[in-house]
């Protein structure tokens, strides 16, 4: 058995996981590059693979023609945008991910992007180690209308964290859990209702794959002024350039994102602005969620090959 590890903090806290598959006399081999691969980095190194346990590289058609050993894809996050499903599924090539690993990490980090675009909270940091004292008034979350798209394992989290802000919360999910929102006191709408009501907007669903946008400049357009939306899903929902033009006309208040169109590269124009707060797709990785989707991928790997 082969297994290709391309992501980079896998079991960086604790070696169990590594040594597990060691242990099954199972050869791994590393991500050499340090970076997330390019299709052809990844061409060059599924030759004779069993396996993968796959960070945020894409695994596209012309990937999986040349992985012609391979059998499954431990998917180390819960992501899947980043493999072409119908040519796996083509191929028998089975995909796994690891399920609510990562939920608390990303719904905690998703309230202190809402905390630091609300209120700048990286702006006064930044200025003062620049020994600029420079107060900036910003807006409350607490009492604020909060709408929650994707009510999910992570959505699900946010507005238990919400509900501590004393937040109304509307939510929206194309699978909609009727009594779940009804329990959580949850309003269901239509995202078009939601944009115009809400004051804040946080995203929870998958990445488009389609090339469509779930937020373009028709969607912002409709919003309040006063509006904050925070990413940490996929920046294929929303259309960058278009939410560049919001934030720098303050069509909108405030923009926190996780998450870009072309990562690990940022549009320069973000650079410029003072009403968003970038982060480098960081939302995953606290240490107790490496650990656990550390283990929880390589048990996925063991589970497939224990019925082969
Ligand atoms: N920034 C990060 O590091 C990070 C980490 C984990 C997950 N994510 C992203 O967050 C997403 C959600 O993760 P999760 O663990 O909550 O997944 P999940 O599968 O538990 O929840 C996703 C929810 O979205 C809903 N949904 C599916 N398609 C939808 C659509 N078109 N419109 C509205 N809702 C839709 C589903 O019904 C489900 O309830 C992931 O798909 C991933 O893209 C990002
Ligand atoms: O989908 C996920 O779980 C997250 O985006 C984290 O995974 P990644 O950083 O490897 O994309």
């Not at 299709?39 to 012609?68: F, Q």
Request: net charge negative.
């Amino acid at each position: 058995m082969k297994v290709l590890i391309t992501s980079n903090s896998f079991s960086k806290f604790d070696e169990t996981p590594r040594q597990k598959m060691l242990d099954l006399g199972w050869e791994l081999i590393g991500n050499r590059y340090k970076h997330i691969m390019n299709e052809e980095e990844m061409m060059g190194e599924v030759n004779e693979v069993d396996a993968i346990i796959l960070g945020s590289d894409t695994v596209s058609k012309k990937v999986l023609d040349k992985a012609n050993d391979l059998q499954i894809i431990s998917r180390y996050g819960v992501g899947i945008d980043n493999i072409d499903l119908e040519t796996a599924k083509e191929k028998g090539i089975e995909v796994t991910v690891t399920a609510n690993c990562n939920t608390e990490a990303v719904a905690d980090y998703a309230i202190g992007l809402m905390l630091s675009t609300l209120r700048h909270i990286c702006n006064v940091d930044s200025n003062l180690k620049k020994n600029t004292w420079k107060k900036e008034t910003g807006l409350d979350l607490c009492n604020k209308t909060v709408g929650v798209f994707g009510l999910g394992a992570i959505g699900r989290e946010v507005v238990k964290r919400l509900q501590g802000f004393n937040c109304k919360i509307l939510g929206y999910d194309k699978y909609v859990d009727e009594d779940y929102c009804k329990n959580e006191n949850i309003t269901i709408k239509e995202p078009k209702e939601i944009f115009k009501e809400a004051d804040i907007i946080t995203l929870h669903m998958p990445g488009n794959v389609d090339g469509s946008y779930f937020i373009s400049k028709r969607e912002l357009d409709m919003m309040k002024s006063s509006m904050v939306i925070i990413n940490t899903a996929r920046a294929s929902l929303i259309d960058e350039e278009a939410m560049i033009c919001a934030l720098k006309d303050k069509r909108i208040y405030g923009y926190g994102t996780d998450v870009f169109a072309e990562e690990p590269l940022v549009n320069k124009e973000f650079a410029d602005l003072d009403n968003v707060v970038l982060s480098p797709h960081n939302a995953a990785v606290s240490v107790e969620a490496i650990n656990k989707m550390s283990h929880k991928a390589v048990d996925n790997l063991i589970e497939y090959f224990k019925t082969k």
